[in-house]
């Protein structure tokens, strides 16, 4: 069992709807990622929270927009998305020390309708 | 233009030989280098890492090599079992939280 939990696990949305991905680990990790992964590609680095602020926004459009209510919780909050943004989100979360391994969710596999 | 490649998209090994899979970079700025294993449906797993001040890391039947000259990492895994089967990710970090990952490769130990 993973101990970052993602919701929901598969999401089929049209361009114009508003839904939101959701990510909850309760290690006490400080900082929180999100990622994109499209297939047979590497995982790419969106954005990462550390102690609950967004430290790094790897010029990710704005139709995601990250929120981090508290130091359990990340979501993804998504509207006007793209068909090539379909994809699998990975969402990862770890401790402040080194080598700062990250814990991964399964993910929420995205299409875009 | 990826900073972490991995060459190989896929490797064979029989049960019970060394499985070496390799990892190459280009951004000497990397400070930890990292290899995840991930199983089809579940998010990577954290295996082993490697600082960039060492040059050698072992945990168990797990080593990881860095050649820093090389800008290259690899990971050997001895003896390969059945288990192992999996796609196996390198990461590379870059100011303490920006990790940059290669696109795998898919081991398959055949018993």
């Known amino acids: 069992d993973t101990e970052v939990t993602q919701t929901p696990k598969h999401l089929v949305m049209g361009m114009t709807n508003k839904k939101s991905l959701k990510c909850e680990q309760h290690m006490g990790h400080r900082a929180m990622y999100w990622y994109k992964q499209k297939a047979k590609k590497p995982p790419e680095l969106m954005f990462v929270y550390s102690y609950e602020k967004l430290s790094i926004n790897e010029s990710v459009p704005s139709r995601f927009s990250p929120e981090c209510p508290n130091s359990s919780l990340l979501n993804l909050h998504l509207h006007a998305l793209q068909p090539e943004d379909s994809a699998l989100y990975l969402c990862?979360?770890?401790?402040?020390?080194?080598?700062?391994?990250?814990?991964f969710g399964d993910g929420t596999r995205l299409s875009i309708l | 233009d990826q900073q972490v490649k991995q060459n190989s998209p896929s490797l064979s090994v029989q049960e019970g030989r060394i499985s070496i899979l390799n990892c190459d970079y280009t951004n000497s700025m990397f400070d930890y280098f990292l290899w995840y294993k991930k199983y089809p449906a579940e998010g990577p797993t954290f295996l082993i890492s490697?600082?960039?001040?060492?040059d050698k890391n072992e945990d168990g039947r797990f080593t990881v090599f860095l050649n820093k000259s090389a800008k290259h990492l690899s990971l050997h895994i001895v003896p390969s079992q059945p288990g192992d089967s999996a796609v196996y990710f390198c990461?590379?970090?870059?100011?303490?939280?920006?990790?940059?990952f290669g696109s795998g490769t898919k081991l398959n130990v055949k018993p």
């Open positions: 490697i600082s960039s001040i060492k």
């Open positions: 990461a590379a970090r870059y100011n303490f939280n920006k990790f940059y």
């Open positions: 990862a979360s770890s401790q402040d020390t080194e080598p700062r391994r990250q814990h």
